[in-house]
């Protein structure tokens, strides 16, 4: 493997890993609102669902990334379904901490 893939495949790892991260916080400040949000609770709910599914697939492809690294072998397939779940997550999230 060139150093470019190893260098890609490290940049994936840790993007992979900032978006289990941030959804992870996303839970969190989910959970943190519920009590006080007095809009659709079902928004709250939502976000820390999708939230859930973020953090799971990301968390999946950092493993993944991250046992193919440190066994030198060649890279696998991007995972796109993290990226899918969190502009999803995101978009909740917005509708959610937007203050309307």
């Not at 989910?30 to 949000?37: K, V």
């Amino acid at each position: 493997m060139h150093k470019i893939d190893r260098f890609r495949g490290w940049a994936l790892t840790a993007l992979y890993a900032s978006i289990t991260l941030l959804s992870a916080m996303l839970i969190l400040a989910a959970y943190m609102i519920w009590p006080a949000f007095e809009g659709d609770s079902v928004l709250v709910l939502g976000t820390g669902m999708m939230g859930l599914a973020t953090a799971l697939f990301s968390s999946r492809a950092t493993l993944v990334y991250l046992r193919a690294m440190r066994g030198h072998s060649g890279l696998p397939k991007l995972a796109y379904m993290p990226f899918i779940f969190m502009v999803m997550t995101m978009i909740a999230a917005s509708q959610l901490f937007s203050g309307h």
